[in-house]
């Protein structure tokens, strides 16, 4: 099954959030089901000096941008210690530049951003039909690529090469949508008939994910909670008439994670390594954690937060209990980018409460890794979560996620009272409504566990045996790719 995998955005060449690191990630294993996969992403202007050998191909193609030619480059190179081909998309007008969506420093979109992925709609199915693949399944994602089953229902339909394409989108956060001034639809070069309250248009904008969610075979979104719950008004985001009205063909497919990068017994980012039959090296990760953020080297527990600095967070719950937290034995460090209002709200604690509480404004790699590893707890009280990476990466180092039961982090954190530590599913701490006293009521739940050393490691362990992995996840989208195959 020839599979094209469309990404804006893939570890370790670009990323912003989770979007990367799926994208870079289940590749792997759809392949090593037998899926014939290719990627196709942007070339930003940082990929080209990256450490990954890439190599200018011979192919150039043209797309219309309303009645301008513009030209684009293809440039090749492979998923790192992989036999995965990534094809980038060079245009440098659109993409050389700093930054994936927002101008640097900032959360402002680029004014460009629908010329931009417009351009990488066409120019993948451009670029795919020089190279001759004729693909089985093209794979969507997200908003940046919301025009692609548009485009091959409509301008691209009667090209040979994608006679039998069916396409999928996932929808990693419906949250993004893409959305543009509706005179944008003059550079998109599909006909204004399109543009209608049925298929592309948005309370008088135009909606590049909407144009995904209605053109495409089939839609998946990143767990089963998740998929439930933008069907409803409370999550959908405005566009929850629209999925129910494609509710047979909507699906739940949770996240696994990387175990070759996000491995406590390889990871090269710690101080020590350690694995679940020797926890040693995880008290010298908090030792170091604590002497890099400044902080007393106590035995008191670590509240780890690596995380947008967004609404959808629940930022605004930990705000509200900060002082209440502070009044508890703990420390806690955070590493996040985002919103100006949280950055100077967390700067503010951090010289506060010097001896408590440690910032870091920055992205940072090595930092989410080392943070993951010392930390004894993970904080992630989202607002919604369509699957959220980080709880589980937690739960492989050892660190016990404090969740709020909503998407993604319902469907993999069990709560301690919702079944026995003795019972291996149990994994952390949950609470449903969002509220900031159940936060607060919540992570002391944790504090009071966390003095049982015995409960307590019986916990890390059993979140460290548990095994998210791609593969199963692989094999449910393989079943769906075969599935949608079906139906031509
Ligand atoms: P989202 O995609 O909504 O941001 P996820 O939990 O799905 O949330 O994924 C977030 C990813 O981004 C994780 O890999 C996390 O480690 C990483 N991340 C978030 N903020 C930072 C940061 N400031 N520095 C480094 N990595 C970060």
């Known amino acids: 099954m020839k599979t094209i995998y469309l990404s804006s955005e893939v570890v370790p060449f670009a990323k912003t959030g989770g979007l990367a690191d799926i994208a870079g990630a289940i590749p792997k294993s759809l392949q090593k089901l037998g899926v014939e996969i290719v990627l196709f992403m942007p070339l930003y202007g940082t990929i080209k000096e990256c450490q990954y050998p890439i190599t200018k191909t011979d192919i150039q193609f043209e797309v219309k941008i309303g009645d301008k030619p513009k030209t684009?480059?293809?440039?090749?190179?492979?998923?790192?210690?992989?036999?995965?081909?990534?094809?980038?998309?060079?245009?440098?007008?659109?993409?050389?530049?700093?930054?994936?969506?927002?101008?640097?420093?900032?959360?402002?979109?680029?004014?460009?951003?629908?010329?931009?992925?417009?351009?990488?709609?066409?120019?993948?199915?451009?670029?795919?039909?020089?190279?001759?693949?004729?693909?089985?399944?093209?794979?969507?994602?997200?908003?940046?690529?919301?025009?692609?089953?548009?485009?091959?229902?409509?301008?691209?339909?009667?090209?040979?090469?994608?006679?039998?394409?069916?396409?999928?989108?996932?929808?990693?956060?419906?949250?993004?949508?893409?959305?543009?001034?509706?005179?944008?639809?003059?550079?998109?070069?599909?006909?204004?008939?399109l543009f209608n309250w049925k298929q592309l248009e948005f309370y008088g904008k135009l909606n590049f994910l909407k144009g995904g969610i209605v053109f495409s075979d089939l839609i998946t979104t990143v767990s089963k909670t998740y998929a439930e719950e933008i069907q409803t008004p409370e999550y959908g985001e405005g566009l929850d008439g629209v999925l129910r009205e494609r509710a047979k063909d909507l699906y739940g497919i949770i996240n696994g994670i990387d175990y070759s990068i996000w491995n406590t017994e390889t990871d090269k980012f710690i101080i020590a390594n350690y694995g679940l039959k020797n926890l040693n090296g995880k008290q010298l990760c908090k030792r170091a954690l604590q002497r890099k953020y400044k902080l007393p080297e106590r035995d008191c527990p670590i509240i780890g937060m690596i995380t947008r600095l967004t609404d959808q967070k629940g930022l605004d719950l930990v705000v509200n209990k900060f002082m209440d937290l502070m009044k508890v034995d703990l420390q806690f460090v955070l590493l996040g980018t985002g919103d100006q209002r949280y950055q100077e709200l967390f700067q503010n604690y951090a010289k506060t409460y010097p001896a408590k509480v440690a910032v870091k404004l920055t992205f940072d790699e090595r930092s989410a890794h080392e943070i993951e590893a010392g930390s004894d707890m993970l904080l992630m009280p989202s607002r919604f979560e369509p699957c959220g990476l980080n709880q589980l990466y937690s739960l492989r180092y050892g660190t016990i996620p404090i969740v709020r039961s909503t998407g993604g982090l319902a469907d993999t954190i069990t709560d301690v009272r919702t079944d026995p530590i003795s019972s291996s599913r149990a994994n952390g701490f949950s609470f449903k409504e969002y509220d900031s006293d159940l936060l607060l009521a919540t992570v002391v739940r944790a504090m009071d566990l966390f003095k049982n050393k015995k409960q307590w490691t019986n916990l890390m362990k059993n979140g460290m045996a548990q095994d998210w992995s791609w593969e199963r996840s692989a094999r449910e989208y393989v079943a769906l790719y075969k599935k949608v195959v079906d139906t031509r």
């Open 72 to 193: 684009g480059y293809v440039y090749k190179g492979f998923l790192p210690d992989t036999q995965v081909p990534i094809y980038f998309l060079d245009n440098e007008q659109y993409f050389a530049r700093k930054g994936l969506y927002n101008y640097p420093g900032t959360i402002k979109d680029f004014d460009d951003n629908s010329e931009r992925f417009i351009f990488f709609a066409q120019g993948a199915l451009e670029a795919i039909e020089k190279l001759k693949i004729c693909p089985d399944i093209v794979h969507c994602n997200d908003w940046q690529t919301g025009l692609v089953p548009v485009y091959l229902k409509t301008n691209y339909a009667r090209k040979a090469c994608f006679k039998k394409t069916k396409t999928i989108i996932t929808i990693h956060n419906l949250a993004y949508q893409g959305l543009f001034w509706h005179w944008d639809m003059n550079m998109t070069g599909l006909d204004w008939s």
